[in-house]
């Protein structure tokens, strides 16, 4: 995956409208109030036609916005963002994700070497706690969760995809997302790949970040069919069986 040359500044935002810009809209303004000197542009693609007048909006970086023929999926919008990268990182961000610090510039200075993704803990509106570390996806796993014996690694399996800040040269290495995922499942499958070339997971305990979330998949047949066929798609992968490999071997040294 080629890409432009690298500028000064550090994070190339991408940001993806799937007709809800109302709630981008707060969103860039709170990245200009915390994070504006870290951030060298935002890619806003349009995924469905709508409106999107970003001219009242005094933004201290610019807005890029891609405006698509046809809807593309979640891994697609984003590695169409990513050609126009220029950056040394390439945040990937929900719309309903919210800011209430900055939380790009300590990602990016406490990063480790290694660390090709990193994310802060995600917090849901109306809880104290941050969400549960993601463990690795199995039918057992999935069915255990609401169990009061459940209990959640003490370092994520992988990172969900409303806030992945990932080093470019990482998401260059590893060709971006699998686009056979339309939506769903992709946030699994590019951390799989990005752990088996090397390449750590990163999540700042100390850093907070709120996410709205919406889950579309628990309300709407067509989402939980696409969440259902990504999760069939994860188990045929060879990424799968390689990563759940590592894994066990991780945790038995």
Same mark, same amino acid.
């Given at each position: /995956?080629?890409?432009s040359a690298t500028s000064r500044l550090s994070v190339t935002v991408s940001i993806v409208s799937h007709g809800h810009l109302e709630l981008a809209l707060p969103l860039l303004?709170? &990245? *200009?109030?915390y994070s504006h000197t870290v951030i060298d542009r935002v890619l &806003?693609?349009?995924?469905?036609p709508e409106k999107s007048d970003l001219a009242d909006l005094a933004l201290r970086f610019p807005?890029?916005?891609?405006n698509n023929r046809q809807p593309k999926g979640f891994? @697609?919008?984003h590695n169409h963002a990513f050609l126009a990268c220029k950056a040394p990182w390439f945040l990937i961000l929900n719309p309903?994700?919210? &800011?209430?610090a900055d939380v790009l510039g300590p990602l990016v200075t406490r990063a480790d070497a290694k660390s090709g993704l990193l994310a802060p803990r995600i917090i849901e509106p109306g809880k104290m706690a941050p969400e549960n570390h993601r463990a690795l996806i199995t039918p057992k796993e999935i069915l255990s969760r609401h169990s009061r014996h459940y209990q959640?690694? @003490?370092?994520?399996?992988?990172?969900?995809? /409303? +806030?992945? &800040? +990932?080093?470019s040269k990482t998401f260059a290495e590893i060709n971006g997302f699998d686009?056979?995922?339309? /939506?769903?499942?992709?946030? +699994? *499958?590019?951390c799989a790949r990005a752990r088996l070339a090397g390449w750590q997971l990163q999540v700042d305990e100390n850093l907070r970040a709120i996410h709205d979330a919406r889950r579309a998949s628990h309300k709407s047949h067509r989402h939980l069919y696409w969440h259902v066929a990504s999760l069939l798609k994860v188990w045929m992968s060879a990424a799968f069986w390689r990563y759940r490999k590592l894994c066990r071997y991780s945790a038995s040294i």
């Open positions: /995956m080629q890409r303004q709170q &990245l *200009d109030t &806003l693609t349009i995924n469905i807005v890029d916005v891609i891994g @697609a919008n309903d994700i919210r &800011l209430t959640s690694p @003490a370092v994520p399996v992988w990172i969900p995809g /409303m +806030f992945m &800040l +990932f080093r686009e056979r995922f339309f /939506m769903y499942g992709e946030d +699994f *499958d590019i």
